[in-house]
């Protein structure tokens, strides 16, 4: 087996899983790197793609986070800014399960500006400011990210959010993640932000409850941080 060979294994994603691939890839890292980062490079410039996503670059993603590849940042950021078809055919379900904890691997704080950019874009999709929102609540729980530069974030992402009804009309989502991401991670100041949602909003599928969000805030502190690792 070559390298070449290895990814195009991991891009056939089938059963069964491509065990001896992965492995040539953790035997082989620095030959490795380069080449995942090219596969997914190759992927997102050959989009739009109108065929069915198959995830083929998505080991990949997760490759360059296990290597903890600080240089991939930039690439790894760049599918948070496709709208929603095309981040769906690049990352489809992962971009809510997992995908923060990717980017958050291969960052730290002095990527905030880069990864804070994409937070507050109102242009980008909702979900996609919602991964890169994780990946800071993920920096901070592993002590990479002070308290007070995720507040800020936060701070500055309620305040724009809290002056609409909603980010979408039909489907809120960004908000109410955001406040109930607050309770998580115990940060006190946004106690009155939250209520203020509640009161405009009330509590409903997409809100939630405002006893749900008080027994978060009230957990104990060290079930913050262990939320997001």
Not at 48 to 61: A, F, G, H, Q, R
Not at 184 to 200: G, I
């Amino acid at each position: 087996m070559d390298i070449s060979e290895a990814i195009n294994q991991l891009n056939e994603l089938k059963y069964p899983y491509p065990t001896e691939a992965v492995r040539y890839v953790r035997e082989h890292k620095d030959e490795a790197v380069p080449a995942l980062m090219m596969n997914i490079q190759r992927q997102l410039d050959e989009l739009p793609n109108e065929s069915p996503s198959t995830l083929d670059t998505i080991l990949s993603y997760y490759l360059l986070a296990e290597f903890r590849i600080k240089e991939a940042l930039p690439l790894l950021l760049r599918p948070l800014r496709l709208d929603e078809k095309a981040l769906d055919y690049v990352l489809g379900d992962i971009v809510f399960d997992g995908y923060g904890g990717i980017i958050a691997s291969c960052a730290d704080a002095a990527d905030l500006p880069l990864i804070e950019a994409i937070v507050l874009d109102e242009s980008v999709s909702k979900y996609a400011r919602d991964a890169a929102l994780t990946s800071l609540n993920v920096l901070y729980a592993e002590g990479d990210l002070s308290r007070d530069a995720l507040a800020g974030v936060y701070r500055r992402l309620l305040d724009s959010l809290l002056k609409h009804d909603s980010d979408d009309d039909d489907e809120p989502f960004l908000l109410p993640s955001a406040v109930n991401n607050t309770a998580n991670l115990h940060l006190d100041e946004f106690y009155d932000d939250a209520k203020a949602m509640f009161d405009k909003f009330g509590s409903s599928d997409f809100f939630g409850e405002w006893e749900d969000w008080l027994s978060k805030y009230n957990a104990s502190a060290s079930d913050a941080k262990a939320a997001y690792l």
